[in-house]
Structures are given as structure tokens and as C-alpha cells.
């Protein structure tokens, strides 16, 4: 009974479940009065919006059927402080362990993945129409001729799910099937078990290499201080090694004591999708501990560098956090995807009128002309003939509505995307890990168009305009300034143009002057903490025995070699809380006397981009302290937020001195485009060490909301006033290669470009300058305001400023964080809320040629995409970043493009395609979507065309049969028309047709993106044109043969065969005129299309309906008349289609149709004459 009310829990919750008695039951049965108590549990389950939550349980008298209470999450927080209880004694309710990630099972899969098929209205006409085809009252075709096109498409669709499905599926299985050592309750050792049975409460044991299984809780390890390390390369796609350390009342336990591991219990939060927090205390070995993320090991890491690791696991299958991040970021559309909706909508439409028209104009024939005539099967009721020929012409005209285009797009679109995933431009490094070229990639096949039509790009700075390798290149200690490579010193002064510049102004050779800096008291305490207050790993590759630094962000690994250089050299940790120094006082390692040094960390509060700074409390153990009752804290971080810190007050006119030596030296580094952090101190007595030590061990057992507010209050004591300025550094983050170059080309394309950033104003607008961004003739209005009245005032002023100039005037904002706080906010679900100084900010911004957004956090990212979304119509937006923090303004951007860098792979991940540098825009972007736009619109506007071209003469003969509803065609070529004898025209032009010859003009010239952001190829008057032009070619292939022909000569199905060819070959030599570049795959679709269309013929003249035996042979091999009629009508279309695209072409020539008629060198010379222009435009 227990088990299946486990099982009806799981089964509500849509999860799998698993029975291993020894693991997850109690080993007697509860007795009756607690049977349901006995597994009462309370959890979070958040909803998709983030906004409620839910709590599931089943109480004592309500049998096994769960009860579901809404409530928000802090009642759930109040009621039992943490929502989950883990024991290895198992209890709870808990998911299993068995992943699926296949959307399908083998019994669900053919009526799940049809009903998937039926959201697309497009089907959903298909199925009304062969369901009209069934009755037979109203159907002039036999059902099949409307059954075949739902079959083919939904054939086409379901092999595609199912392959994709298929594929997923042994993917799970392989997962679910590997194997690992868990405990077990009954015999206290552990043994093997598949992932699958591993449950929530068990203790697993890790070797180094191991995969993590599920989100489990670290207990102890084979280290010393029972930390371990992972690699999360799987997981967010980052290199380095992360630490993880044990909690303090599990620390050094042996396997042997694994029995006191599993009679503990720890309590945490519910499963959230959050990979960097976890909350939960752990009473476990007679004590208690705190248990944070610094404790959890994540499912699909690995363990390395760790003999062994034992933990209890947390969360698992679909509850852990990999699998809770693996759920999509919702569905995009492009733009062109768009309009074909619209269009078939509107084509609808226009088949109910022609519907209602041909029904009226039935019912009034048949009023006056049924009653004379007996052997008519019509009613001389003219209304109900009418009603009954209104669904038969909806029948009729069904074709107009190209329903095979959907499909036909998927697949064209599936084509384009592996252009992109073979491109070799885009492969630009080879990842020795993997063993493989990293290259671009396409997540997605739904918006290849859509990277022809951008007009906006959100980009992202560090590690997307810059390399994110990060190299120390100046310090300031003592207020004087040091190259940290050279070492020698450096002065800044004021330059004739009134900017700052530095130049070398020591005496002295530069070793000399790194060694007097190292002696220094100020260097002394700056040398260490670089080597000290640092979250770096070290790790050592087994085969070479090369020493290499890890760390969660580029800078921290930078100022550890500035250390270095300095003398100071990071080697390693002792005990996980012991930093060992070597100590150089030569100023150069692995010189002259190395002192070793070992440096205690009492405490440490970490950094995180809410504090902006990180602290550590520190004590020098070897050598002995000179003052033992004596602690340092160390602080580094943002240079305003360290300022606010530092001792301004009661200080001596020789340090007031030193501080504005300071900023004018950060001044200096931000305007030269460097990043800045800098570096306090002060000492504090080991007994007030010990006092607040106490209270922040004590802070970590509170609940999680206590404890964060405890937290910050605990900070600011040791953190707030009292400092004394150290030092300060400046990282340079070089660009990335053709960085400038590609931001030009992207201008030239008329493409927008926005750059928001987290650093301060200076740096920021520096690195838009270094990037062609800004421009020295640009006009550029800054926004720095610290009131809501201030930024309207301020805004009125730009706009006025604006105003006077014309629009040859290039114009910038920038703008910072602080001032956007009163333009926009976003609610905890992330939606946009406007104030009043919004639309005068959208109305400056895109009057700007370039926005630099500085100091902006990860939500404001986003919501500066969907305020410019919201105010600019039919705005296609692209975001384009690199790290985890990028993520919000890559999904709420209507493409989102990832680049593969440093900060690992969350963006990549997370983004519709993936790229390795900036510059690959350039070639993503005026390449191949350019290409991909010209190939699907062209593919579009062809198969309206072909589809009116080939229904018209149904409509058309409804005026010569007393609107009768009689099909005009065979019931059998109606659905052959699409499917097999236009389509292999229409499919081999939009997989391998291109405009231009693109190893000549495709990369040179970024104005032919013109085209693309322009809709110039897909729109309304386009689309327009086309069908009135399939109107004439249909009134040509109907009437030519009737008034060519006399009744005598032919019959109604030789006159609807003649029309039928006369369609066919004019629709194919239409497509003909207009292929670009002809290859032989062209070639051979277009002669295998007529060539299927004769077989056709003659097949089915044999084996189909007696009605139209032998017309096909007359037709085609008797009747030269005929042949001389298709000569001629065909030629006809096609000098009308050279003469009007000769017309086009002279006259009202695009970007393209010029650089298509210009010789190669011409083009050449264009582009580099270009280039230079912009170039200089640029540098001004």
C-alpha cells in the first residue's frame, strides 16, 4: 500500500517510478493510523511564471489521494524552514532517478506526435478538407485525392519526431544504465547500482573520473580537509576545476564510519533550477553544519583530482538542476515565418469569397435552369444547391493554400542550418579535451531567415568584444604607478590635448625599482594579497607536471601571475585553509632567497556582483606573526565600492595626497580602456575575530531568508570604514580579433549596435572608441542622473540637441545603470515596468547610431531588449554574449547567439547558435542569413505562385458548368501537383540557388544586407504581384487550349489534361528564369520533375479511371497542335519574364542586381573603396 501511494505520487507528478525495497522502503509496515502520516512531506514546486508556488500532501484520514494547496513560498518557508528532509533511512516522496528527456513513449508516440502535428493550423485545414472530401454530397474528388496530402505531410513529420525522439531515447538509456557504488542500509557496504535506481537519501561513493549521478551532497573525501574537486565542463561548459569542501562535522571521516553518515538527516530547499545555490543544514556525526553550494556536487559533473568522495544525495532524475535547466526557453518565429502566416490567413479569406461567390452565382443557375432540365442531378432549390456548392468549392480551391509549404520549409530550413554547422570560416580553434574543431553551430533551424533581417544587436563586452584573457599591465601602490610587466615606474601627467598620460618616470634600472617596490610596506602587504585574497585552484597536468592556474573568473588568475611577477608566487593550499607563499625579494621568482610563507584564512566573504567586492580575514602562520593577538583584513574589489570604504577623514595631508594620486591614476587606466579593482586593508584583534567568527558559524544554521539578511549585516561590520588604501591594478581584456572591422561592416549593413557592459563609464566608453563603436565626430550624449526628475531633464536635453542635427550626423548615448533604474524595472518574473522617462529614452536611443549601456546588471540586459522590442515596430532584435549572466538578454532577444568562450558554455547553450568569436557575425549574419533569406522568400513567393497558377483554372471552370462544382482535374493530379511534380524545382533552388556569386561580392560589400533588413524580397506588394501574375498565367494555360481547340478536337479531360501540362511547364520554366546559379543538382531536379510528370501520365493512363484512358498518349504523341501550343505558351512566359526582370534590373536596380552585372575586379575595387570610406568615417 505504501508503495502505491509512492507510485500514485509520481505517476500525478508525470514522473517514473522505481521500486528497490532495501533502498527506499521501510523495512516493516507503518501501522494503519500513521500509513499516510508516516510519508506526509511538504515541497516547492515553482511555477513556469516564478511567481507561486505549490505544496503536495497527503495527511492522516486523506487516504492515498494527495491534496494540493496553493500557497507562496514564504507560508512554505515559515511552516517548516526547509521543505525537504533527506534521510538514508529513506521517507518522502521523492522522483526517481531514471531520465527521460524523449517527448514520446512507443505507445503515446503516433497519436501524441499526430495531435503535435494538428497545432499547426496549416494541418488542421488539410484534415477539414479530406474530411469535407468524405462526404460524398458535397466531394467532386475521391477522398484520396485529399487524404494523400495529409498522409505525405504528416508522414514527412512523424519520421522527423520519431528519428529525433529515437535518438534521445538511446541516449537516456545509456545514461540511465550506467553504474555506481551506493551503500547499502542492510550490509553497511556499498555495491554497484545502475543511475536509474539510485534514489534520494542513499550514500554514494565517488572515485576520481567518476560521473556524478544526481545532485548529492559532499560529505567527506579522501582529502585532508575533505574537500573535493569537479569538472563541470558538461554542465555550464567551464574548464576549471571547482572546490567543494565538506561540512565541518563530516570533515576527515573514514569509509570505515560510513555508518554514521547514514544515520544523520539533512534538511534543504526544494529542487530549483538555480546551479549556483543551495540552502540546507546537515545533523549529521553528533553535530551540525550548514550545507551551501559549496557542498553539491552536480549531476553531470565529474570528479577529479579526489582518490574518493563520499556523499548523500539531494536531488535526482527530473528534480536535479541540470534537469531542471534543461527545459526550453520557449519558441521563436522569425519574421518572414511571420508574413507567410499572415498570407495564408488572408488567402483564406480570399477562397471563403470565391467560395461564396461561385455558391450564389450555383444557386441562381440552378434556380433557372434545374426545372427544365430533369437529367441535371440538381436541386431547383437554388439556396440549398448553393449552401451544398459552397463547401464543394471549398473542396476545389483548397490548393490554393499551399499546405506542403510548411513542411517543405522545415525541411529547406534543416539544409541551411547544416550550412552553417559545416562552415569551415567558422571553425576556429581546436579543443584538445573534446578532440574536435570547435565550430559555429545552429541550435535551431526555425530562424536561418532571421539572421538576414536584423536591424538591432545587443552585444555583450567582456568575452565578446574582448578575448577575456586578461593580463596585468599597471599597479598603483603608494600612490605611484608600476608597469607589472617591466616593474619600472611610472608618472602620469596631463598631455597638451588635456587627457591624462603615463610614461616611465624612475631612476634606476626597472629590476632594481621591482625590488624596491617589494620592500616596501605598502608592497609588502600588496604583493601578498594578490597572492593571497584569491579563489584560484592549481592544477597539475599529469603528464607534463606544468603548473597551470584555474578560477572562476580570468581576472583572479591575472592578478595571481601579477603576484608573481612582482615576487610573489601562489603555490598551493594546505588543509584547504592554508595559503603557501613563495616569498622573492629580488622582485623576480625562482631568484636569489625564496622565503616561505603560510597564511591562514580565518574567513572569507566571497565576492558576488550584488557586493561588487570580496574579503578575507587572514593570519600568517609561518613565518610566526609579529603580533599574535592580530588579524588582517583583506578587501578587493570595484573601485567605487572600496573608496566608499577607505579612512577619508582623519588622515594627514601626505595621504589625502596619496588618494587623489589615486583616482587621478584610475582615471588614467579606465579612460585607457582597463579594467580596475583595488585593494584595502585593516587590523583587527583575534578576539574580535573570534567574537564575529562565532556569530557568522552561528548565522549559517538560520533559514535561508534570516540568514542572508544576518549575512549582510555580519559583512558590513568588519567591512564598513576603517580602510587603508593598498593598491589598485589594471587588467587590460584585449579585443578579439577584427573586432573594429566587423562593428564598420556591421554599419555599413545598417545594422545597430548596443554594447552593455558591467564596467564603469570611463573603461566603457573607452572600448567603444577601440572598436569603431564611437567616433571622435560623433555626438554623444551621456546620461548620468540620481533622480527620476533628473534623467527627464536631461533626456528633454538630448532631445533638443538631437533635433538640430540632420540625419547625416552620427550621434551616441551612453548611458549607466544607475540612470536606467529610473527608465525601466522588471517585476521577480522578469516582465517590464516602464516609468515615465521610457519613451523619451527609446526616442533618443534609436536616433543613436550606437548605445553604450555601462554598470548594467543581467536583468536590465534583458529588459533594455524588450523595452526596444516593445517601442520600435517590427524590430528584429539579436543578443549576442558569452557568459551565464548573458543569458536573460539572449532569450528575450528574438535571435540569441552564444559565443564559446572563457566564461564557459551557458550562453552557447542557451542560444539559438553558437559561434567562437565576434567577428563570426560578420559571416553569420551578411552570409548566411542574407543567403538563407534570399533562398526561403524566393522558395515562398514560388510555391504561392505555383499554387494559384494551378487552382485558378479549377475556379475559372466553374463559369463554363453552370457552377456545378465538377472538378476540372483528374481527382488524382489535384494532390500530385505539390507533391511530386513542382517539387523538386522548388526544393533544389532553395537548398543550392544563390544570388550572386558570392566568392566575388559576398564578402566584400555589407550594403547588400540592405535587401534582407528591407523585406524587399517578402512582402505584401510582392506577394501581390506574384498572384496577380499566377492569374494571368492560369488565364493563358485555360483558355490557350480552348480557343486553339474546337469541341471536336477535344474532350473535357483532353482539355483538362492540356491545361494541367500547360501549368506544369510554365511553372517550371518560370522557376528556371529566375535560378541564379545553375549547377548540375539544378539541373537534373528541374529535368527529373518533367520527367516524373510524363511517367505520371502514361502510368496512370493504364491503371487509372476509364474516363481518361488513352488521353494522355493522343494528347501527347498524336496531337502535334498541342505540342506547337506548349512551345508556344511557355516561350510566351518566359520572354515575358526575361523582358520584365531586364526591365527591373535597368530601371529600378537593387544592391544586388548592380553587383551582379559588374565585373569581378569592378567589385572588388567597390568594396575596398568602401571599406576605406567607412573606415575612415569611423576614425573620423
Known amino acids: 500500500k505504501v508503495f502505491k501511494i509512492r507510485k500514485l505520487f509520481q505517476l500525478l507528478k508525470g514522473r517514473k517510478t522505481t521500486r528497490r525495497d532495501h533502498l527506499c522502503m521501510p523495512k516493516k509496515k507503518p501501522p494503519i493510523e500513521d500509513q499516510y502520516g508516516a510519508y506526509e512531506y511538504t515541497e516547492e514546486d515553482v511555477s513556469p511564471k516564478g511567481k507561486k508556488k505549490f505544496r503536495m500532501s497527503a495527511g492522516v484520514g486523506d487516504g492515498p489521494y494527495p491534496k494540493y494547496e496553493k500557497v507562496e513560498a514564504e507560508e512554505v518557508e515559515e511552516a517548516s524552514g526547509y521543505p525537504r528532509l533527506v534521510k538514508n533511512s529513506g521517507g518522502g516522496t521523492f522522483a526517481t532517478n531514471y531520465v527521460s528527456t524523449t517527448k514520446y513513449s512507443r505507445w503515446s508516440f503516433l497519436p501524441m506526435a499526430t495531435l503535435e502535428q494538428y497545432k499547426r493550423g496549416a494541418n488542421v485545414y488539410l484534415l477539414f478538407i479530406a474530411v469535407l472530401c468524405c462526404i460524398p454530397a458535397i466531394s467532386p474528388l475521391m477522398p484520396i485525392a485529399a487524404v494523400m496530402p495529409v498522409v505525405f505531410v504528416l508522414s514527412i513529420s512523424l519520421i522527423r519526431e520519431g528519428m529525433e525522439d529515437l535518438a534521445r531515447y538511446r541516449a537516456d538509456e545509456e545514461l540511465n544504465n550506467k553504474t555506481c557504488e551506493v551503500r547499502n542500509p542492510s550490509t553497511g557496504e556499498f555495491a554497484e547500482v545502475m543511475w536509474k535506481d539510485v534514489c534520494v537519501g542513499d550514500l554514494i561513493k565517488l572515485y576520481d573520473r567518476d560521473w556524478i ?129 499572415k498570407a495564408i490567413l488572408a488567402i483564406f479569406m480570399v477562397q471563403l469569397c470565391m467560395a461564396i461567390v461561385s455558391s450564389v452565382l450555383a444557386g441562381m443557375w440552378a434556380s433557372a435552369n434545374c426545372p427544365g432540365h430533369s437529367y441535371l442531378a440538381c436541386s431547383a432549390n437554388g439556396p440549398a444547391f448553393g449552401f451544398l456548392t459552397f463547401w464543394t468549392y471549398i473542396i476545389l480551391l483548397n490548393s490554393l493554400i499551399p499546405a506542403s509549404l510548411i ?159 612582482f615576487g610573489c608566487e601562489f603555490t598551493g593550499r594546505k588543509n584547504g585553509d592554508v595559503s603557501q607563499v613563495d616569498f622573492y625579494p629580488s622582485g623576480k621568482p625562482g631568484e636569489g632567497k625564496c622565503v616561505k610563507e603560510e597564511w591562514r584564512v580565518l574567513n572569507q566573504v566571497a565576492f558576488s556582483s550584488k557586493r561588487k567586492r570580496m574579503t578575507v580575514i587572514v593570519q600568517r602562520v609561518v613565518p610566526p606573526p609579529d603580533n599574535p593577538d592580530e588579524v588582517q583584513i583583506w578587501m578587493k574589489g570595484a573601485d567605487n565600492v572600496i573608496m566608499d570604504r577607505v579612512e577619508k577623514v582623519k588622515v594627514d595631508a601626505s595621504t589625502k595626497k596619496q588618494l587623489a594620486n589615486y583616482d587621478r591614476h584610475l582615471e588614467y587606466y579606465s579612460m585607457d580602456g582597463l579594467r580596475t579593482l583595488c585593494f584595502a586593508q585593516k587590523t583587527l584583534k583575534l578576539s574580535e575575530q573570534e567574537t564575529w567568527s562565532a556569530k557568522w558559524e552561528a548565522a549559517t544554521l538560520l533559514p535561508p531568508a534570516e540568514r542572508e539578511v544576518k549575512f549582510e549585516t555580519l559583512a558590513s561590520e568588519v567591512e564598513d570604514g576603517g580602510f587603508g588604501l593598498v593598491g589598485c591594478t589594471a587588467v587590460e581584456d584585449k579585443l578579439q580579433a577584427n573586432v573594429p572591422e566587423t562593428i564598420v561592416r556591421l554599419a555599413r549593413a545598417n545594422i545597430k549596435l548596443w554594447v552593455l557592459t558591467g564596467d564603469k563609464q570611463e573603461t566603457a566608453i573607452e572600448i567603444g572608441r577601440s572598436t569603431n563603436l564611437l567616433t571622435p565626430s560623433m555626438k554623444l550624449h551621456v546620461l548620468n542622473s540620481t533622480s527620476e526628475d533628473d534623467v527627464n531633464s536631461r533626456l528633454a536635453e538630448c532631445l533638443q540637441e538631437a533635433a538640430g542635427m540632420s540625419e547625416d550626423d552620427k550621434q551616441g548615448l551612453v548611458v549607466d545603470g544607475a540612470t536606467l533604474n529610473f527608465i525601466l524595472e522588471g517585476d521577480p518574473s522578469g516582465k517590464l515596468i516602464l516609468k515615465e522617462a521610457a519613451d523619451k529614452f527609446v526616442e533618443l536611443a534609436t536616433q543613436c547610431r550606437s548605445v553604450v549601456v555601462c554598470r548594467s546588471s543581467p536583468l536590465q540586459k534583458a529588459l533594455i531588449v524588450l523595452l526596444v522590442k516593445k517601442f520600435v515596430p517590427g524590430c528584429r532584435a539579436l543578443g549576442v554574449g558569452d557568459g551565464a549572466n548573458d543569458v536573460p538578454m539572449i532569450r528575450a532577444a528574438n535571435i540569441g547567439i552564444g559565443i564559446a568562450g572563457l566564461e564557459g558554455m551557458q550562453a552557447a547553450r542557451a542560444a539559438d547558435y553558437a559561434i567562437q568569436e565576434f567577428q563570426d557575425l560578420d559571416r553569420l549574419l551578411l552570409h548566411h542569413g542574407r543567403l538563407s533569406y534570399f533562398r526561403v522568400s524566393n522558395m515562398c513567393t514560388y510555391f504561392f505562385y505555383k499554387s494559384w497558377s494551378f487552382t485558378l483554372p479549377q475556379w475559372l471552370f466553374g463559369f463554363y458548368c453552370g457552377y456545378s462544382g465538377i472538378s476540372f482535374y483528374e481527382s488524382l493530379y489535384v494532390p500530385s501537383f505539390n507533391m511530386f511534380f513542382t517539387s523538386m524545382p522548388v526544393f533544389a533552388r532553395a537548398v543550392l540557388d544563390q544570388d550572386l556569386d558570392l566568392t566575388k561580392a559576398g564578402p566584400l560589400l555589407p550594403e547588400l544586407y540592405h535587401v534582407a533588413i528591407e523585406d524587399k524580397l517578402f512582402n505584401t506588394k510582392v506577394l501581390c504581384a506574384d498572384l496577380f501574375l499566377s492569374f494571368l498565367h492560369a488565364g493563358l494555360c485555360f483558355w490557350a487550349p480552348q480557343y486553339t481547340f474546337s469541341a471536336d478536337d477535344m474532350d473535357l479531360w483532353q482539355m483538362s489534361l492540356a491545361t494541367y501540362s500547360l501549368v506544369v511547364f510554365v511553372s517550371t520554366a518560370r522557376i528556371a528564369v529566375h535560378t541564379r546559379a545553375w549547377s548540375i543538382p539544378i539541373v537534373l531536379a528541374y529535368a527529373a520533375s518533367i520527367g516524373v510528370y510524363f511517367m505520371w501520365q502514361f502510368a496512370y493512363d493504364a491503371m487509372g479511371s476509364l474516363v481518361i484512358r488513352g488521353v494522355a498518349p493522343e494528347l501527347n504523341g498524336q496531337n502535334i497542335k498541342f505540342s506547337f501550343l506548349c512551345v508556344l505558351v511557355v516561350g510566351l512566359v518566359v520572354v515575358s519574364e526575361i523582358f520584365m526582370r531586364f526591365f527591373l534590373d535597368n530601371m529600378k536596380p537593387s544592391n544586388v542586381d548592380v553587383v551582379r552585372s559588374a565585373k569581378a575586379e569592378d567589385i572588388a575595387a567597390e568594396g575596398q573603396t568602401r571599406s576605406d570610406a567607412a573606415s575612415a568615417a569611423q576614425i573620423g
Open 213 to 341: 549521478p544526481a545532485d548529492v551532497c559532499l560529505l567527506t573525501s579522501s582529502a585532508e580537509d575533505g574537500s573535493a574537486f569537479i569538472d563541470t565542463m558538461d554542465l555550464d561548459g567551464e574548464t576549471n576545476l571547482k572546490r567543494r569542501s565538506s561540512p565541518k562535522c563530516t570533515t576527515g571521516m573514514a569509509l570505515e564510519e560510513s555508518g554514521a553518515l547514514a544515520e544523520g538527516e539533512l534538511k534543504c530547499v526544494g529542487p530549483n533550477g538555480d546551479l549556483y545555490s543551495f540552502d540546507g543544514a546537515l545533523n549529521m556525526n553528533g553535530g551540525q553544519a550548514a550545507a551551501s553550494e559549496q557542498q553539491l556536487l552536480l549531476r553531470s559533473s565529474r570528479l577529479r583530482n579526489t582518490k574518493w568522495a563520499v556523499g548523500i544525495v539531494v536531488y535526482t532524475g527530473q528534480e536535479s538542476k541540470v534537469m531542471l535547466n534543461s527545459r526550453s526557453g520557449g519558441s521563436k518565429q522569425s519574421a518572414l515565418e511571420a508574413i507567410v502566416n
Open 407 to 565: 513542411v517543405t520549409m522545415e525541411i529547406v530550413k534543416v539544409a541551411h542550418a547544416s550550412y552553417i554547422d559545416w562552415d569551415h570560416e567558422l571553425c576556429k580553434s581546436y579543443d584538445k579535451k573534446e578532440n574536435k574543431w570547435r565550430r559555429g553551430e545552429a541550435h535551431t533551424s526555425a530562424l536561418n531567415e532571421g539572421l538576414g533581417q536584423i536591424d538591432y544587436i545587443f552585444s555583450d563586452k567582456t568575452g565578446t568584444l574582448t578575448e577575456n584573457r586578461m593580463v596585468l599591465m599597471k599597479v598603483t601602490v603608494d600612490s605611484d604607478a608600476y608597469g607589472a610587466e617591466s616593474g619600472e615606474k611610472m608618472a602620469v601627467s596631463e598631455a597638451e590635448s588635456g587627457k591624462l598620460q603615463m610614461a616611465p618616470c624612475g631612476s634606476g634600472a626597472p629590476d632594481e625599482q621591482k625590488a624596491a617596490l617589494t620592500a616596501w610596506s605598502s608592497g609588502w602587504v600588496f604583493n601578498r594579497m594578490l597572492a593571497v585574497c584569491q579563489t584560484v585552484l592549481i592544477e597539475v597536468d599529469e603528464e607534463t607536471q606544468e603548473i597551470s592556474y584555474n578560477a572562476d573568473s580570468p581576472d583572479e588568475v591575472a592578478l595571481v601571475l601579477g603576484g608573481k611577477a
